[in-house]
T-cell receptor
Framework: KAGVTQTPRYLIKTRGQQVTLSCSPI?????VSWYQQTPGQGLQFLFE???????NKGNFPGRFSGRQFSNSRSEMNVSTLELGDSALYLC???????????FGPGTRLTVL | AQTVTQSQPEMSVQEAETVTLSCTYD???????LFWYKQPPSRQMILVIR??????QNATENRFSVNFQKAAKSFSLKISDSQLGDAAMYFC??????????????FGKGTKLTVNP
């Protein structure tokens, strides 16, 4: 069974642009969570989706948004990029809430 | 809000020796999960071991075991017979057990483990 896939793996953007990151969960997994990883702040929770519904949102500005589709694939969008948005964005999926989460390889976003 | 603290930014161990990574957490909840995740240089986060707070028995997975002290809110990871492939960042994480609760993981800052040949 294929693991969690994230596209693209690397991305370079400039300040003010917007970006969309994609996450395809393991087949059959309906829960998807997103995390931002930076050297300074560590791993911080962004969003959580289950069956196309956002169940929880972390403490991030409204520039960060996400959604989940009927096939459980998820996207996150960051508008008006800032230098501080440079990070590794990790996606994790699980079959259902409160089961083990499996992480993808991440998308490395660099904002210049 | 829950917090997770890993007080050792870096640790090193000789191959075949044993090392213990520390983790403390703060919560007002009585039921929760605790995890140790490993993130090798390739960046893929991997679950090493998990512990349900209601279980008194410490979890064990092959060479990995935990020392869960609920009253002290301590959750350390012991790696026995360390191997070169164990070199990675190790993250301690907390997740609520509340009914209908979130999948949200609260992570510590991590401990970088170096294994010396």
């Amino acid at each position: 069974k294929a693991g969690v896939t994230q596209t693209p793996r690397y991305l370079i953007k400039t300040r003010g642009q917007q970006v969309t990151l994609s996450c395809s969960p393991i087949s059959g997994h309906r829960s998807v969570s997103w995390y931002q990883q930076t050297p300074g702040q560590g791993l911080q929770f962004l969003f959580e989706y289950f069956s196309e519904t956002q169940r929880n949102k972390g403490n991030f500005p409204g520039r960060f948004s996400g959604r989940q589709f009927s096939n459980s694939r998820s996207e996150m969008n960051v508008s008006t990029l800032e230098l501080g948005d440079s990070a590794l964005y990790l996606c994790a999926s699980s079959p259902q809430p409160r089961s083990e989460q499996f992480f993808g390889p991440g998308t490395r976003l660099t904002v210049l | 809000a829950q917090t997770v603290t890993q007080s050792q930014p870096e640790m090193s161990v000789q191959e075949a020796e044993t090392v213990t990574l520390s983790c403390t957490y703060d919560t007002s909840e009585s039921d929760y999960y605790l995890f140790w995740y490993k993130q090798p240089p390739s960046r893929q986060m991997i679950l090493v071991i998990r512990q349900e707070a209601y279980k008194q028995q410490n979890a064990t997975e092959n060479r990995f075991s935990v020392n869960f002290q609920k009253a002290a809110k301590s959750f350390s990871l012991k790696i026995s017979d360390s191997q070169l492939g164990d070199a990675a960042m190790y993250f301690c994480a907390y997740r609520s057990f509340l009914q209908g609760g979130s999948e949200k993981l609260v992570f510590g800052k991590g401990t970088k483990l170096t294994v010396n040949p």
